[in-house]
């Protein structure tokens, strides 16, 4: 019994190759799954629903056919694609989590989170975070033309480009306080993360017991996968090395 955790693919038509690798994941070690989870970040930028481009649509058809297959695809927004909705989730076979839900996996309850919201140094992205989910922006940006929605997004990755080029490291990272704060509120002791890129399983020390943080990779250059089973959490990488010619 494996369930699969995956963040951070930040799928975009100028990868293609990312595009080929997640279907032809999903294929394979998807259908051999008890579950999959994407926890954000699927996309590179999301503008609404009704965005009629290549991606979205080839996107749609693979996570469906997994579900249709028998594995349920669960899928949590990211800062990337928070405006992801129902009407796509429906098409694509995903059931939308809220974040900071608790699932139990393998056995242990475990406090799943796209991990943004643990970055609480940086606080010009927390006031952008804001901002961005609030419902009246929301309501307002996606009342847009498509075309403006397009143009708005693509500005928001190249000022996101320029942040992390110009923050200190450390701002960008999780903040070990948010990340006790959020494992005590939820009343577990393990939590799934991303948004970092920093894969990676962590022991720690919640109130004098063990817990345990793990942070899923990115997907820019090649595949993260984490594997959990009742006996072992694993992080492995895919590369496209692995797509039969």
């Known amino acids: 019994m494996t369930a ?11 990868r293609p190759q990312i595009t080929v690798l997640f279907e032809h994941f999903l294929r394979e070690q998807g259908r051999q799954a008890t579950a999959l989870y994407i926890l954000g970040d699927l996309f590179e930028a999301w503008v609404g629903d009704d965005d009629d481009s290549e991606l979205p649509a080839r996107v749609a058809a693979a996570t469906a056919d997994l579900r249709a297959a028998g594995v349920p695809v669960y899928f949590m927004a990211g800062n990337r694609d ?7 989730a429906r098409r694509a076979g995903l059931t939308r989590l809220d974040d ?6 393998a056995g242990t309850p475990t406090l799943l989170l796209h991990g943004d919201t643990l970055c609480t140094d940086d ?11 609030d419902p009246a922006w929301q309501r307002d940006f996606l009342a847009r033309p498509l075309a403006a929605r397009k143009a708005f997004a693509a500005q928001a990755r190249a000022a996101s ?5 110009h923050a200190h490291a450390a701002i960008m990272d999780v903040s070990a306080d948010a990340v006790a704060q959020a494992l005590r509120a939820a009343g577990v002791t393990r939590m799934i993360h991303g948004h970092t890129h920093r894969p990676a399983i962590h022991d720690i020390t919640l109130d004098g017991a063990p817990a345990q943080r793990i942070v899923l990779g990115d997907w820019y250059e090649q595949g993260s996968v984490l594997r959990l089973t009742r006996e072992a959490a694993e ?11």
């Open 82 to 88: 928070f405006l992801l909705g129902a009407d796509y």
């Open 100 to 105: 900071g839900v608790v699932h139990t996996l």
């Open 161 to 165: 480009r320029s942040h992390q080029q």
């Open 4 to 14: 699969l955790l995956i963040s951070d693919l930040h799928l975009d038509a100028a």
């Open 123 to 133: 606080e010009a992205y927390q006031a952008f975070r804001r901002q961005v989910r």
């Open 235 to 245: 992080l492995s990488s895919l590369t496209t090395g692995v797509i039969p010619t």
